[in-house]
């Protein structure tokens, strides 16, 4: 469900508006759906029902094909996890580590990292799932005490990086042109955010196999978006932010 919408076509930070926040007077307002190259109409829903409040899209002027500001795009429900269980730094170590070759070693990690003592308390733990909750929310909005723009740099978020992109982040990019890969360095190269490139991102890696699976991957799919989960830094001699990738769970290709 939608938790906040635009109220102007400009999607200027001045005009957004929260569903939890919405009232009477806003019922039948229209509004605009939080992704500018998006066209739906959206309106304040649920204002009195048991459900809390969310913006759905008018029938006759409806979210784009696969519209990240469509909660019907989203492929996960957040009641379905624990918010309070849900540490950010944390999240993204566990997707950076080394996938391990024995199966004992899997199975004694996977119970470090699912062992809640109680299956109905899971917090986010993908990479998707992380990227999702951020895309629902407004970047000036929190989860468990962390701002969503400090958690996804993306296009909405851009403007909060003005010193660079340092620590533990998802970026949301694409791929420089025309070469995005290096095969002697293990290294591909990247953008973001996707639609401006402001940052130059070089992924480097330590695994050949990891590095061609990805690369491959990708080249299959490079016109497409991706995210990385990293911990980044930069290099003053390449003039680009540099993450080791470790795992193939720190990077997705979005379809």
Known sequence: MGTYAYKNEDRNESSVIFAKDAQEKH???????????????????????????????????????????ASKNSKIKLNEYTEELFEFEDALTNLMKPVSTSKKDSERQEGKTHGTGDSKLKPLRTIHQIYEMCKLNHIKDTYNGTLIGY?????????????GIYGFKIVECTRQKPNFYNNEKKELFLGAPKDIHKFKLILQFENLTLFTKLKNSYY??????????????????????????????QFKILK
Do not use: Q
Request: some cysteine; aromatic content about 12%; overall charge positive.
């Open 27 to 69: 019922r039948k307002v229209r509004y605009y759906c939080p992704n500018i190259d998006c066209p739906a109409e959206l309106y304040i829903c649920s204002l009195d029902g048991e459900k809390e409040a969310y913006f759905s899209a008018n029938s006759s002027i409806k979210h784009i094909d696969g519209c990240w500001g």
């Open 151 to 163: 958690m996804l740099l993306d296009n909405r978020s851009e403007y909060l990086y003005s010193k």
């Open 220 to 249: 299959s799919n490079r016109d497409a978006t991706v995210i990385v989960a990293g911990n980044w830094s930069y290099s003053k001699e390449r003039k680009a932010f540099l993450t080791k990738i470790n795992s193939a769970k």
